[in-house]
């Protein structure tokens, strides 16, 4: 069972910026696509990032232009760089594989507020 183990949020004033890590156990991280995830209280779980085997990349238009996802294979880490952060990313963030999931990490809360 592949296990995920995010990390990097914190608190972070309106503009600011994080960058979450995603560190994948097993050695088939690079035969899958990643994705990174959020939910805010109330809400369900998004898709809010995701990138290919091969580095194309996807994201979901709130974060469009403020948001770069990247991976290192060599060290089975996804990478998630949120800048312009607004109160409205603040959420607990996931990372997952979008077309064969696993087990969940504890994801990593990210709060956005002045």
């Known amino acids: 069972q592949v296990q995920l183990v995010e990390s990097g949020g914190g608190l972070v004033q309106p503009g600011g910026s994080l960058r979450l890590s995603c560190a994948a156990s097993?050695?088939?991280?690079?035969?899958?696509?990643m994705g990174w995830y959020r939910q805010a209280p109330g809400n369900e779980r998004e898709l809010v990032a995701r990138?290919?085997?091969?580095?194309?990349?996807y994201y979901v238009d709130s974060v469009k232009g403020r948001f770069i996802i990247s991976r290192d294979n060599a060290k089975n880490t996804v990478y998630l760089q949120m800048n312009s952060l607004k109160p409205e990313d603040t959420a607990v963030y996931y990372c997952?594989?979008?077309?064969?999931?696993?087990?969940w990490g504890q994801g990593t809360q990210v709060t956005v507020s002045s």
């Open positions: 097993g050695s088939t991280f690079s035969s899958y696509a």
């Open positions: 990138i290919t085997t091969n580095g194309r990349t």
């Open positions: 997952n594989r979008p077309e064969a999931f696993t087990s």
